[in-house]
């Protein structure tokens, strides 16, 4: 990979860890502002609903942080962009679509094939 390319994923995953980091910490933060007292208890259901909603977001973004964070280690290791699997290169097209990718879209095309032939 080019040092261009590897600069640009470096910048690119830099900006959207502290982006995803910045909405973690005003999800904390939104959350432990005073409560509100409803006397609708629909009112606080909804409530309830949006915040576990919230909460199933953030563990999302959670697993994408770590992803993140080893994809900027694999580039300070000079593995980034290499398939774990076979070992070839994975492909500018494919890296940005998936800039947390570890596989090349052929092994990870075979691995999600038989994971479905498992009933994984």
């Given at each position: 990979?080019?040092?261009?390319?590897?600069?640009?994923?470096?910048?690119?995953?830099?900006?959207?860890?502290?982006?995803?980091?910045?909405?973690?910490?005003?999800?904390?933060?939104?959350?432990?502002?005073?409560?509100?007292?409803?006397?609708?208890?629909?009112?606080?259901?909804?409530?309830?609903?949006?915040?576990?909603?919230?909460?199933?977001?953030r563990d999302?973004?959670?697993?994408?942080?770590?992803?993140?964070?080893?994809?900027?280690?694999?580039?300070?290791?000079?593995?980034?962009?290499?398939?774990?699997?076979?070992?070839?290169?994975?492909?500018?097209?494919?890296?940005?679509?998936?800039?947390?990718?570890?596989?090349?879209?052929?092994?990870?095309?075979?691995e999600e094939?038989?994971?479905k032939a498992?009933?994984?």
């Amino acid at each position: 990979m080019k040092k261009k390319d590897k600069e640009f994923f470096k910048k690119y995953l830099t900006e959207r860890l502290d982006e995803l980091l910045n909405q973690a910490d005003n999800t904390v933060s939104g959350m432990t502002e005073t409560k509100e007292n409803f006397p609708d208890p629909t009112d606080r259901a909804a409530l309830e609903a949006d915040r576990n909603f919230m909460l199933r977001i953030r563990d999302r973004e959670a697993k994408l942080i770590k992803k993140i964070k080893a994809a900027l280690d694999r580039i300070d290791n000079d593995t980034y962009g290499i398939c774990e699997t076979c070992g070839e290169e994975i492909t500018l097209k494919r890296l940005k679509a998936r800039p947390v990718t570890t596989q090349c879209i052929d092994c990870k095309s075979k691995e999600e094939a038989l994971e479905k032939a498992l009933g994984i």
